[in-house]
């Protein structure tokens, strides 16, 4: 089931590997920072750096000592210390405590987990840019309540969807650097561990893994990772979005859009005919089960005391799971809409489904002037019941009913029975909208 939740990259960033390496980037960071300021020797330091490599080191052997010391952290730094020799393994995890170590580098794989989902998302981004280009001037329904509203244009939905992207790329710059930050609270938030030289020690380590210092300890504190959570959230509901609107476009009786199909997929084991949705409704299933772990991201912001590994342990598990699942998604999503099917022909032809009716408030709204709001909307709303009771286009009630040709002549009304001329400022707004995007 991995191609359809997750994908290489990511995983690639949060698989054991990935955690591990990123423990031992921080052991090593530490030491090259300690020698850095004459805490332990260069020599150690460099031993250190040249040893901490995650394919130099036994993984199996690793989840065995896991296993045994019920530890997550401890057999790898002695598995770490033992490879270094007995001069320099001394010196391996000095000071340091768990959490320091595992938080820190959560962040380091934070840092990469989100330049991949800002490049996903510029991505996105790019391509709703062109389609909104594209279709500036598609016309289609709007629809409100599931059904047909008025007028708008394709090119306008991917306008709007593409500015929701932006302002999540505005949410992942401005959370970021709180996000990027060391943790160096030692054994319980006081630094005592680290020796007089803990705040230039902390410095040094920020400058070595190319993150800020933490103005003070957050071994209790995890909102940055609640943030995270929930920023990844907010992307994950609006990649929903887009994937539940094309669902909906691809529905037999539209037809107006779809995913596309390559020539080898296979939409049902027992209906040829079937074109399955089955991206959109990936990235539909990722979203939903990371919607819904911002409750359990904001629980663990609860956490008792100094330290509370209960907590500690929630994030282990909910951080990765829910990067992995925005990555799988927003690459679904990719695919979806680099290769999607807009029929503009459907898309109009549907505009005429309900006889004219998409232009009730067009016809209403001429008519004010003459005949007051209330007695033109009055009119128009009488006009359209009898239709339907009828079964009566709209169009053909309108040039029968006595007080609306009276008000309109043939020619005024037969315009504002064209759908296309009240599409009102819709390519105007796509024009503003992406005003301040990227060139395609």
């Not at 710059?173 to 054994?187: D, F, I, Q, W």
């Not at 819709?426 to 395609?440: F, I, K, N």
Request: glycine share 10%.
């Amino acid at each position: 089931m991995t191609s359809f939740f997750g994908n290489a990259e990511m995983r690639a960033v949060f698989d054991d590997r990935g955690l591990m390496q990123s423990w031992l980037d921080v052991e090593a960071g530490l030491a090259r920072a300690q020698a850095g300021l004459g805490i332990v020797p260069t020599a150690a330091a460099d031993r250190i750096t040249a040893t901490a490599r995650v394919d130099r080191l036994d993984l199996t052997a690793l989840r065995a000592a896991a296993r045994r010391t019920v530890h997550p952290l401890v057999p790898l730094v002695r598995a770490l210390a033992e490879a270094c020799g007995e001069e320099a393994g001394g010196y391996v995890h000095l000071g340091a405590t768990t959490q320091d170590v595992m938080d820190t580098g959560f962040v380091l794989r934070a840092r990469q987990g989100l330049d991949i989902v800002g490049r996903q998302v510029g991505e996105l981004v790019r391509l709703l840019r062109r389609l909104a280009l594209r279709h500036r001037d598609t016309p289609m329904a709007a629809r409100t309540h599931g059904q047909q509203a008025l007028p708008t244009t394709f090119g306008l939905r991917c306008a709007v969807w593409q500015s929701e992207l932006q302002r999540h790329r505005d949410r992942l710059a401005e959370m970021t650097p709180r996000l990027l930050v060391t943790s160096m609270g030692g054994a319980a938030g006081t630094m005592a561990g680290y020796g007089p030289k803990a705040f230039a020690l902390e410095a040094a380590l920020a400058g070595e893994l190319g993150l800020t210092p933490a103005r003070v300890p957050w071994h209790s504190a995890p909102d940055r990772f609640a943030e995270c959570v929930t920023v990844l959230a907010l992307i994950a509901a609006t990649a929903e979005k887009l994937a539940r609107e094309v669902y909906f476009l691809g529905r037999t009786e539209i037809g107006e859009a779809g995913e596309p199909q390559g020539d080898g997929q296979v939409g049902s084991s027992t209906m040829p005919h079937k074109r399955n949705p089955i991206r959109c409704e990936a990235v539909i299933a990722a979203a939903t089960t990371l919607r819904a772990q911002v409750p359990v991201a904001f629980g663990a912001m609860v956490a008792q005391d100094d330290r509370d590994m209960g907590v500690g342990m929630t994030l282990w598990k909910l951080l990765p799971e829910c990067f992995i699942l925005i990555g799988g998604a927003l690459e679904r999503l990719i695919e979806v809409v680099a290769g999607l099917h807009v029929d503009t022909a459907r898309m109009r032809a549907n505009l005429d489904v309900t006889g004219g009716l998409v232009l009730s408030e067009a016809v209403m709204l001429r008519l004010a002037p003459r005949l007051g709001r209330e007695r033109a909307h009055s009119l128009v709303h009488r006009i359209v019941r009898e239709g339907l009771e009828r079964d009566i286009p709209f169009a053909a009630m309108l040039r029968t009913d006595p007080e609306v040709t009276a008000a309109l002549d043939t020619g005024e009304l037969e315009r504002l029975l064209d759908p296309l001329s009240y599409v009102g400022h819709a390519a105007a707004l796509v024009d503003r909208a992406l005003l301040d995007s990227e060139t395609p």
